[in-house]
């Protein structure tokens, strides 16, 4: 049964979706939660019911800094894509060349409506010729079905200036994680940080394989038994850190490889990780999050996000290419990181707080904030021209409370606003790898 109703793309080629209202579900490792975190920690996420923290998000993120983190990504959408047409589908459908990848490599890349709206960032793997896994945001996988079958059944026009233009494909689009997939079904599993590779070494049985891992460069993958779990194992991950891996097994053996890996990395300071610390990971990385470094309410694209190598505009065609190719060169908004004062006292910047110049001139946004240590990172869209690394900036709090309001805080900021500073910072740089 499908779980939203579809109304197409408009006139001018924004897609039209709603979500069906549904009850969260359990993931695939709930039970393995209820027991070391306890239900007071769970929440719903995304239509799944996943563990905030374990120990401390502090504690959390330190543990994936210096040691290694175990998260539970099977609230992850997986869609397999295969047939002679695929390969023409997703070339179509996505904004990165599919033409570059090949059998056991990985690429990042967006999926765009018509109007050239961002509807997610994914990941595709090739597993064979024909045969393609795309892993979707949580949050967007029901609506990124939804766009393919809109697709797929003619209900959409992809190309606004030819409305005539057909999609020209019709692969064999598949659900891995519905358990009608049968053997084949697959959840995601992730480890992250400078120990993963000692943690996973007590678990292979085939010296072969171990050298086979050691030498997977970023964004590539095999085949192996790792516990003696059959997986796919990545070299990819969201956390900014330099070794890394994701694990793709099947739903039913999930546990078991949590456990095992948990166990494996007693030893080495493992430890579960919640939804707390995959967001304050990413913000110190640079890493957007779908709603606020991408799309969301500023409706930012990835040229803006700092990911315009993924969108390749000499590629024929795909959905959404005439939209992007004038934001490539009309944008005169970034995002970018800015590291502030994060000590005792200070307090913590948040989603829309404005970002000054040095003229106390409001010129962008707070999109996501976290703290690292004794500094606080904060991702923010701001004006172009003030971009340059090492460049001073100010935030101004709005009113927070009536009495804020009162004593003259402003409620919300504009781009123009003269203001006053409550605490002063500078950009870094976009990225950081640990």
């Known amino acids: 049964m499908e779980d939203y109703t579809l109304a197409g793309n408009d006139s001018i080629g924004k897609f039209i979706f709603e979500q069906s209202v549904a009850e969260p579900a359990p993931s695939a ?9 306890g239900k007071s920690h769970i929440v719903d996420f995304a239509g799944y019911l996943m563990p905030l923290w374990f120990t401390s998000i502090s504690a959390e993120h330190e543990a994936v800094r210096q040691n290694a983190g175990l998260f539970d990504c099977t609230h992850m ?3 397999e894509i295969s047939g002679p047409d695929a ?4 070339n179509t459908v996505a904004t990165n060349d599919i033409d570059n990848l090949e059998e056991g490599k990985a690429q990042y890349s967006y999926i765009l409506d018509t109007a050239g709206n961002v509807l997610d960032d994914i990941i595709i793997y090739q597993l064979e010729r024909q045969r393609y896994m795309v892993i979707v945001n949580a949050a967007n996988e029901p609506k990124i079905k939804a766009w393919f079958d809109s697709l797929l059944k003619g209900k959409a026009v992809i190309d606004t200036e030819q409305p005539a233009r057909k999609l ?15 053997g084949e079904c697959s959840v995601d599993i992730a480890l992250q940080g400078p120990k993963s590779l000692e943690i996973i070494t007590g678990l292979l049985g085939d010296k072969s394989v171990l050298n086979k891992i050691e030498q997977l ?6 085949r192996a038994k790792v516990a003696d779990v059959d997986c796919i194992v990545s070299r990819t991950g969201y956390t900014g850190a330099k070794i890394g891996y994701e694990f793709f097994v099947h739903p039913d053996k999930a546990g078991r490889l949590w456990e095992a890996l948990l166990d494996a990395g007693k030893e080495s ?10 967001d304050s990971l990413r913000i110190e990385a640079g890493l957007p999050l779908y709603g606020h470094e991408l799309a969301g309410p500023f409706n930012i694209s990835p040229f803006e996000a700092g990911y315009g190598w993924a969108v390749k505009l000499e590629k024929d065609f795909f959905i959404g290419k005439t939209a992007m190719k004038q934001n490539s060169e009309t944008h005169n908004m970034q995002v970018v990181r800015i590291e502030l004062p994060g000590e005792k006292g200070i307090r913590p910047v948040r989603q829309n707080d404005g970002i000054l110049d040095k003229d106390s001139k409001c010129i ?14 904060a991702l923010a ?5 003030y971009t340059e690394e090492n460049t001073p900036v100010g935030i101004y709090y709005p009113a927070r409370n009536k009495k804020q309001l009162e004593n003259g805080k402003k409620k919300s900021v504009e781009t123009g606003d003269l203001l006053r500073a409550d605490i002063e910072g500078k950009i870094i740089s976009r990225f950081a790898r640990f």
């Open 29 to 37: 490792l709930y039970d393995q939660h209820l027991q070391l975190a």
């Open 77 to 79: 959408g997986i869609l």
């Open 87 to 90: 390969a023409n589908f997703l």
């Open 168 to 182: 020209g494909a019709n692969p064999i689009i598949r659900d891995m994680r519905n358990t009608k997939s049968g």
């Open 217 to 222: 460069k970023s964004f590539h993958f095999i």
């Open 269 to 278: 300071g493992l430890l579960p990780c919640g939804l707390g610390v995959r």
């Open 364 to 377: 962008g946004y707070v999109l996501s904030c976290a703290k690292a240590g004794e500094k606080q990172i």
């Open 381 to 385: 869209y701001i004006r172009k021209n």
